[in-house]
């Protein structure tokens, strides 16, 4: 395998770096829930992108669609290194909120969960 980013795989690192940085704008307003939410599902949407950026780039087996936590085990599996991808914890937490928001209308509470931005540019 190459170590050079094709240019499809390079894309979809800025998408998720775009997604990260309007996630951290909506996220500073934490006196509205709404535009907190919206941050979270952004937050959400850029870990996701990224996780499929590097699963591409290790020709990991991608077959169909993969979600958030899928990624880790692909990854995992491609990585020739035996590296593990980190904050699984963290994502899954994230995860759980967006689908509470996005499919059960359960809104995260913008002050307990305030540091995920800072976790997904940590992971970023």
């Known amino acids: 395998m190459s170590n050079k980013i094709r240019a499809e ?4 690192i800025i998408l998720a770096k ?17 535009t907190f939410t919206r941050g979270i599902l952004l937050l959400h949407d850029a870990a996701e992108a990224l996780l499929g950026a590097v699963a591409d780039h290790l020709n990991a087996s991608l077959t169909g669609n993969q979600y958030l936590l899928d990624y880790y ?5 491609a990585e020739k290194q035996a590296r593990k991808v980190p904050y699984r914890t963290q994502m899954r937490n994230l995860n759980t909120l967006r689908n509470d928001a996005k499919h059960h ?3 995260p509470d913008s002050k307990s969960n305030a ?5 997904v540019n940590r992971f970023h």
């Open 9 to 12: 795989v390079y894309q979809r």
């Open 18 to 34: 775009s997604l990260h940085k309007a996630a951290e704008a909506a996220c500073a307003s934490r006196n509205d829930q709404m």
């Open 73 to 77: 085990d692909l990854i995992e599996k």
């Open 105 to 107: 209308g359960i809104l």
């Open 115 to 119: 540091h995920f931005p800072t976790t």
